[in-house]
Nanobody, 121 residues
Framework: QVQLVESGGGLVQPGGSLRLSCTAS????????IGWLRQAPGKEREGVSC????????YYADSVKGRFTISRDNAKRTVYLQMNSLKPEDTAVYYC??????????????WGQGTQVTVSS
């Protein structure tokens, strides 16, 4: 089993920045892809970003492209999501997740518990 623990969420003003972290522990059976999802109140789950060790190419939802940056530290078994120029519509619970590959379906096999991000003045 694998455990994913997110941190770094909080309250930030529009235009501000936050950096989310997710650390994995336990056994990860050749999982190469790790990414972030989010869900705002009353809305459907939305894929945010994914990166795979197979090619190292990051993928982003159009809504965050140019503002968010995903990175990973394999030695620390940690993935980061640097979020800049935050907007109120970025408010959501953010989840990290892992799977074998990055997919347009965002159908990850394992999820963390999530961390709340609130963008408001």
């Amino acid at each position: 089993q694998v455990q994913l623990v997110e941190s770094g969420g909080g309250l930030v003003q529009p235009g501000g920045s936050l950096r989310l972290s997710c650390t994995a522990s336990g056994f990860t059976p050749d999982y190469r892809a790790i990414g972030w999802l989010r869900q705002a109140p009353g809305k459907e789950r939305e894929g945010v970003s994914c990166i795979s060790s197979s090619d190292g190419i990051p993928y982003y939802a159009d809504s965050v492209k140019g503002r968010f940056t995903i990175s990973r530290d394999n030695a620390k078994r940690t993935v980061y999501l640097q979020m800049n120029s935050l907007k109120p519509e970025d408010t959501a619970v953010y989840y990290c997740a892992i799977d074998y590959v990055c997919s347009s379906s965002w159908d990850f096999g394992s999820w963390g518990q999530g961390t709340q991000v609130t963008v408001s003045s």
